[in-house]
């Protein structure tokens, strides 16, 4: 095995770099249509594919050596209308371009990767897919994944559990229904398969895509209820820095019982970013540090991270990228309240001098080429480990050190002018070698192909992947090994007005984790006792939606609907194993269905204020019992106002979650006051004053310090007020 | 622009009006508990727990739990010193405990029995009804002694 796979990249590298191939050049100049300027770090990019070029000063770009044939380009620059051009490359020739780019007054017509693996603009994408930009980190003092995400419609974030469009309630974080990659390589712990989001890159993410919906059919397992990638800065021309720093306090809670000192809990943070490109060689790197005393007792968290990517252009059209992280984290083992009276206070018997420690890094090398104007191939090799450990003894003792091996070879072919296919094979290898779970290893070898026709304005994508998942203690050997097929098929229409119907239907499924199988762990008061026998869990996901671009009264709205209906089976839900202990199990517990709209709108009503409003109404039936699925809110909502006047930039936001209708009742065993929940409230601002290359913000997570709970025994953030510094240089 | 922005302070004044979770008003009902005459083999006394039960005569310890219709409190094993002191939270008003007993478990999980009543009858242990309109704190005294026979509801 091993040797086949030194041969395969042995023979992608030599083919791309050896075979000599008649070539053409292509240079051109970016402009904005409206002043004749010239658009200056401006992305021009082969449709399918990463690889490209950036325009520089001048508004200058120049990709040579590419081998002859007809592509299609993605010109795209922040603030502009995504431009997409056919061009024709001649052997020894260079094609001149004049490219004029519309300013945009609203968010329309990204670029996104995500959603078929490739670069294409997202009126193209069947699936609902939501983006958000990482300026807006900045303006809001956001720097975790977790809040970033609480901006999106559909999404909830609990902890370290990320549910979209309701496929998960609350496991702390084990199992997660959602994949998270890093520039399109997967990173879940190989132990618990869970998110872990000290260990993100946050200050080099340029752009977070989210697709809402199953993503097995191209992602495999895990993307049962959909896909987060985060897409890293590239390294420019243009030299790029920041540096950032937070300092912060949550106020004094309105209620004595639940002050836990005198002084203010303090929040410190200071993150840097450089990225640069050095003429074929780039640099991204980023460092961020970060001590959370917390606003509960026993709940403070101290986070490390370093990360450095870098990328060598052997020609315009193959490049290599190799990109490295370490980070190191301390973190109380808050796990729920003493009771609401004390609800910002472990149990009274919790040992306060236990902490849990852990480390994680990430390697990941990425070789990308295009052989012909019809074939472009990617090569991703990601390695990712996470130590855990916590200091008590006995049963009560956790450690794991889990390894996750991924590799994977995509190509992109155009079959002819109406037909292009992404194909590819998929090799996962999970080692766990954990007191709590045992000796463990589970592996995944995958293919997937999806074709993408084009008739006019329709672009139909249909394709599959086969996952065959073997864990070694279950399965023996590979013969044994469990395979599933994830079909999927979806359309795109442009219709009149600029405006996209969309529909997809697509399954996903996730085999149970390694912790959901072999867990054997006691903790707070909770024992978690293994189960071998987990089925696959799987979901079929459909929707119908609408995106529609309107201007009334020269006003440019930005309409999007959706209609989903999520079929889950065989959910893999912790449970108590009897009434009245608490000894829970993971077991193949329910059959679901998750029914709901999703609705955004968003403009720019004035060019000094505009405003958004996204809401998800769910129906989540547990169909085994007729009852709500646990965990899940019926009802959320986002609204966020903008207003800029001068210097000056004001963001408000105030989001709603309705009460979620059921929870673990034998909870009640355990954590006092376990049924106190109530409707969330929870309003963001932030006001921010730009100067030079400086900016200063003065920040409020949960301004009317609204009191909540969204997991059990466990008071939500209570007001946090943050001053933010914030230096950018982008020269 | 004006209307719009009359929507955003009305939405600021509606969230604003918004209480969300409270620390919760609560009775308290506690006391002593004093063990006397010989104790059982710890192999029979498995666990030990005051329950305070809405309902006379209860059904299981654990269905009543279950249900919301009892209340009990943490463990109160090991047993030191003979005797040890314990505290019920009652959240809710009006409340009435019929039945306020300190309870042994010395089997399986549903084999409990009673060892403590709260009772000012000596000879047939009546319950005492206690009934709670608003917070407060009550004091309550056990003495349990093992080895006598008390009636027992389950």
């Known amino acids: 095995m091993k040797l086949l796979y030194k041969f395969t990249v042995l023979l992608i590298i030599s083919s791309s770099l050896l075979i000599a191939k008649p070539k053409g050049g292509l240079r051109g100049t970016v402009v904005d249509v409206e002043t004749n300027l010239p658009v200056v770090s401006s992305t021009v990019r082969i449709e399918g594919t990463s690889i490209g070029s950036f325009t520089n000063r001048e508004g200058k770009f120049e990709l040579k050596s590419i081998p002859i044939g007809k592509y299609n380009l993605l010109i795209s620059a922040v603030g502009y209308e995504t431009q997409k051009i056919d061009v024709l490359i001649r052997e020894n020739r260079d094609t001149t371009l004049e490219i004029g780019l519309r300013p945009k007054i609203l968010v329309a017509g990204e670029v996104v990767i995500t959603a078929n693996k490739k670069v294409q603009t997202v009126q193209e994408v069947p699936i609902s897919l939501s983006i958000i930009k990482g300026n807006i980190f900045n303006d809001k003092s956001i720097v975790t994944i977790d809040k970033a995400l609480k901006y999106i419609p559909a999404?909830?974030?609990?902890?370290?559990?990320?549910?979209?469009?309701?496929?998960?309630?609350?496991?702390?974080?084990?199992?997660?229904?959602?994949?998270?990659?890093?520039?399109?390589?997967?990173?879940?712990?190989?132990?618990?398969?869970?998110?872990?989001?000290?260990?993100?890159?946050?200050?080099?993410?340029?752009?977070?895509?989210?697709?809402?919906?199953?993503?097995?059919?191209?992602?495999?397992?895990s993307a049962l209820g959909g896909v987060i990638n985060l897409i890293t800065r590239e390294p420019?021309?243009?030299?790029?820095?920041?540096?950032?720093?937070?300092?912060?306090?949550?106020?004094?809670?309105?209620?004595?019982?639940?002050?836990?000192?005198?002084?203010?809990?303090?929040?410190?943070?200071?993150?840097?970013?450089?990225?640069?490109?050095?003429?074929?060689?780039?640099?991204?790197?980023?460092?961020?540090?970060?001590?959370?005393?917390?606003?509960?007792?026993?709940?403070?968290?101290?986070?490390?991270?370093?990360?450095?990517?870098?990328?060598?252009?052997?020609?315009?059209?193959?490049?290599?990228?190799?990109?490295?992280?370490f980070s190191r984290s301390y973190r109380d083992d808050w796990v729920y309240w003493n009771s609401l009276d004390s609800a910002t206070r472990p149990p009274t018997s919790t040992n306060l001098d236990n902490q849990i420690s852990s480390n994680k890094y990430f390697f990941a090398a990425e070789f990308r080429s295009i052989i012909s104007s019809n074939h472009f191939f990617t090569?991703?090799?990601?390695?990712?480990?996470?130590?855990?450990r916590n200091e008590l003894t006995g049963s009560e003792y956790r450690q794991s050190t889990a390894q996750s091996i991924n590799s994977e070879i995509q190509f992109n072919s155009k079959i002819n002018e109406l037909i292009n296919l992404t194909y590819g094979l998929n090799f996962i290898n999970n080692n766990v070698k954990a007191k709590i779970y045992g000796n463990q290893n589970q592996k995944y070898i995958s293919a997937y192909s999806q074709a993408e026709n084009r008739f006019g304005d329709l672009v139909i994508t249909y394709g599959g992947r086969f996952d065959a998942e073997q864990t070694d203690s279950i399965h023996k050997d590979f013969s044994k090994a469990k395979v599933e097929f994830s079909?999927?098929?979806?359309?795109?229409?442009?219709?009149?007005?600029?405006?996209?119907?969309?529909?997809?239907?697509?399954?996903?499924?996730?085999?149970?984790?390694?912790?959901?199988?072999?867990?054997?762990?006691?903790?707070?008061?909770?024992?978690?006792?293994?189960?071998?026998?987990?089925?696959?869990?799987?979901?079929?996901?459909?929707?119908?939606?609408?995106?529609?671009?309107?201007?009334?009264?020269?006003?440019?709205?930005?309409?999007?609907?959706?209609?989903?209906?999520?079929?889950?089976?065989?959910?893999?839900?912790?449970?108590?194993?009897?009434?009245?202990?608490?000894?829970?199990?993971?077991?193949?517990?329910t059959r679901a269905r998750v029914t709901g709209i999703d609705f955004d709108a968003k403009s720019m009503i004035t060019n000094y204020f505009g405003t958004e409003l996204a809401f998800n109404v769910m129906n989540p039936i547990d169909l085994d019992n007729n009852k709500k699925l646990k965990y899940r809110s019926v009802f959320s909502s986002i609204i966020?106002?903008?207003?800029?006047?001068?210097?000056?930039?004001?963001?408000?936001?105030?989001?709603?979650?309705?009460?979620?209708?059921?929870?673990?009742?034998?909870?009640?065993?355990?954590?006092?006051?376990?049924?106190?929940?109530?409707?969330?409230?929870?309003?963001?601002?932030?006001?921010?004053?730009?100067?030079?290359?400086?900016?200063?913000?003065?920040?409020?997570?949960?301004?009317?310090?609204?009191?909540?709970?969204?997991?059990?025994?466990?008071?939500?953030?209570?007001?946090?007020?943050?001053?933010?510094?914030?230096?950018?240089?982008?020269? | 622009m004006k209307k719009l922005i009359?929507?955003?302070?009305?939405?600021?004044?509606?969230?604003?009006?918004?209480e969300g979770l409270a620390p919760i008003e609560k009775a308290i009902i506690k006391g002593k508990i004093t063990f006397v005459g010989?104790?059982?083999?710890?192999?029979?006394?498995?666990?030990?727990?005051?329950?305070?039960?809405?309902?006379?005569?209860?059904?299981?310890?654990?269905?009543?739990?279950?249900?919301?219709?009892?209340?009990?409190?943490?463990?109160?094993?090991?047993i030191k010193n003979q005797e040890c002191n314990y505290f019920i939270e009652i959240d809710k008003f009006p409340s009435t405990i019929?039945?306020?007993?300190?309870?042994?478990?010395?089997?399986?999980?549903?084999?409990?029995?009673?060892?403590?009543?709260?009772?000012?009858?000596?000879?047939?242990?009546?319950?005492?009804?206690?009934?709670?309109?608003?917070p407060a704190t009550i004091n309550i005294d056990f003495v349990v002694d093992f080895n006598k026979k008390l009636p027992q509801p389950f």
């Open chain 1, 155 to 221: 999404i909830e974030v609990n902890n370290d559990n990320i549910s979209i469009r309701g496929s998960s309630g609350f496991a702390f974080g084990i199992g997660s229904r959602a994949i998270l990659l890093i520039d399109g390589i997967p990173v879940l712990s190989a132990d618990n398969g869970d998110i872990k989001s000290d260990a993100i890159p946050f200050p080099l993410i340029e752009q977070i895509e989210v697709i809402k919906g199953a993503g097995s059919a191209l992602y495999g397992a």
């Open chain 1, 236 to 325: 420019k021309e243009k030299m790029y820095l920041s540096a950032t720093s937070n300092l912060g306090v949550y106020t004094k809670p309105k209620y004595k019982s639940w002050h836990i000192s005198d002084d203010l809990q303090q929040l410190r943070q200071v993150n840097f970013a450089y990225s640069q490109r050095f003429g074929k060689f780039g640099v991204s790197s980023s460092a961020s540090y970060s001590k959370d005393e917390g606003y509960r007792l026993y709940n403070q968290e101290e986070h490390s991270m370093f990360y450095l990517k870098t990328n060598y252009n052997f020609n315009d059209f193959t490049i290599l990228n190799l990109s490295g992280q």
């Open chain 1, 379 to 388: 090569f991703k090799n990601g390695f990712y480990q996470t130590e855990l």
């Open chain 1, 487 to 589: 079909p999927k098929a979806g359309l795109a229409y442009r219709t009149a007005f600029n405006s996209t119907v969309r529909a997809s239907i697509g399954k996903g499924f996730r085999p149970a984790s390694i912790a959901e199988r072999f867990a054997s762990v006691a903790f707070q008061g909770f024992e978690v006792v293994p189960n071998t026998k987990l089925k696959n869990e799987k979901s079929i996901s459909m929707e119908v939606g609408y995106n529609l671009p309107l201007i009334i009264n020269s006003v440019p709205i930005i309409l999007d609907c959706s209609i989903y209906n999520n079929e889950l089976y065989n959910l893999i839900e912790p449970k108590f194993i009897t009434n009245s202990s608490p000894k829970i199990q993971f077991v193949n517990t």
């Open chain 1, 640 to 731: 966020r106002f903008i207003f800029l006047f001068d210097n000056f930039e004001l963001n408000a936001d105030y989001r709603y979650k309705s009460k979620t209708e059921r929870v673990d009742d034998e909870l009640r065993f355990q954590i006092k006051n376990f049924d106190a929940r109530v409707p969330v409230h929870l309003v963001d601002a932030s006001l921010k004053y730009k100067f030079s290359d400086f900016s200063i913000a003065l920040s409020s997570y949960n301004l009317l310090d609204y009191y909540y709970t969204e997991v059990p025994g466990n008071l939500g953030k209570t007001r946090q007020i943050v001053l933010s510094v914030n230096y950018v240089a982008n020269r």
């Open chain 2, 6 to 18: 009359n929507l955003i302070l009305l939405i600021f004044l509606l969230v604003s009006c918004q």
């Open chain 2, 38 to 78: 010989a104790l059982p083999p710890d192999s029979l006394i498995k666990d030990l727990r005051v329950v305070a039960f809405n309902n006379y005569p209860p059904r299981d310890i654990v269905s009543e739990v279950l249900t919301g219709n009892a209340i009990f409190t943490e463990s109160l094993l090991p």
């Open chain 2, 98 to 134: 019929a039945y306020l007993v300190v309870a042994r478990q010395y089997g399986t999980l549903f084999e409990w029995d009673v060892v403590g009543i709260y009772s000012n009858d000596t000879v047939n242990y009546v319950p005492e009804k206690i009934v709670l309109s608003k």
